[in-house]
């Protein structure tokens, strides 16, 4: 299976050496937040935009296929919840500058966290199962 080459989150090509451009599937729920809030996501610029590029290539890939809405939460004095039935309907937003970067970033951090806790589970089992069969 081929798939786009996702921009990393500081801005660059995404670099497995460089453990701030990426989501490690091992990270926690805070680090996954900390990852997204220092993301270079400039006001809307789309281009080289990793936050846009997960949410085209993995979330959004993954709600349309379930016929479920992203949706970004927010304070009602920021204009309250947004919602997005496409991802074309998400860029627009951005690149219009109704969507803020700091929404997106918490949206996106929420969603990684949904998609990684199924992971986080099995590593806490395979963990306990290591640890009882060594001692």
Known sequence: ??????PGLMGQKMSASDPKSKIDLADDEKTVVNKLK?????PGVVQDNGL??????VIMAIKEDKKEKFIVERPEKFGGNLEFKTYEEIEKAYSAKELH???LKNAV????NKLLEPFRKEK?????LAKEAYE
Do not use: G, S
């Open 38 to 42: 220092n993301a270079y996501c400039e």
């Open 1 to 6: 299976v081929m798939t786009p080459m996702i």
């Open 52 to 57: 846009l590029a997960f949410m085209k290539y």
């Open 101 to 103: 970067p700091l929404d």
């Open 109 to 112: 951090a929420k969603e990684i």
């Open 124 to 128: 806490k089992e395979i963990e306990k």
